[in-house]
């Protein structure tokens, strides 16, 4: 299995690197024993969504909180490219990505495996931008 391209460095700094494939490995933590686990911008290179998920959520302890970032297929900048015939930003061609995915989209899943879905944000681009802005985009995300 190919390492991580920054393992060797996180190691020299003293933190623990894990080599497994996401994908098909258990993960080496103990069932209810994590009380937050982060998948930042990791579902969408993943095929196997469903093995991640039940592997996630059984090293959760109860109570405990899976943060999650995918980025939006449905975002207002990828509706404006698909109005240009382009491809969405994170969903091209030579992307490393396999799985799109949109708010509904989240919201299902999670709630079809019986998790409790809080909330969404989105990255602060439009919100630096205008307040009028930032209202319309939190418009278009909503109807997603």
């Not at 391209?5 to 623990?16: F, M, S, V, Y």
């Not at 240009?84 to 930003?89: A, C, K, L, M, Q």
């Not at 209202?135 to 909503?142: A, G, R």
Request: one cysteine or more.
């Amino acid at each position: 299995m190919e390492r991580a391209w920054n393992a060797d460095e996180l190691q020299a700094k003293g933190i623990e690197v894990i080599d497994i494939n996401l994908e098909k490995d258990v993960l080496p933590f103990a069932d209810e024993s994590v009380d937050l686990i982060i998948a930042n911008q990791v579902m969408e290179h993943c095929k196997e969504i469903f093995w991640i998920n039940s592997e996630i959520f059984r090293c959760l302890r109860p109570g405990g909180h899976l943060f999650l970032g995918v980025p939006n297929v449905l975002s207002l900048h990828n509706r404006l490219l698909g109005m240009f015939g382009f491809h969405p930003t994170q969903h091209k061609s030579l992307s490393a990505h396999v799985r799109p995915f949109s708010k509904r989209d989240i919201i299902q899943f999670y709630t079809q495996i019986n998790t409790t879905f809080y909330g969404q944000t989105m990255y602060s681009f439009f919100q630096d931008m205008s307040p009028v802005c930032f209202c319309m985009v939190n418009y278009c995300q909503s109807t997603c």
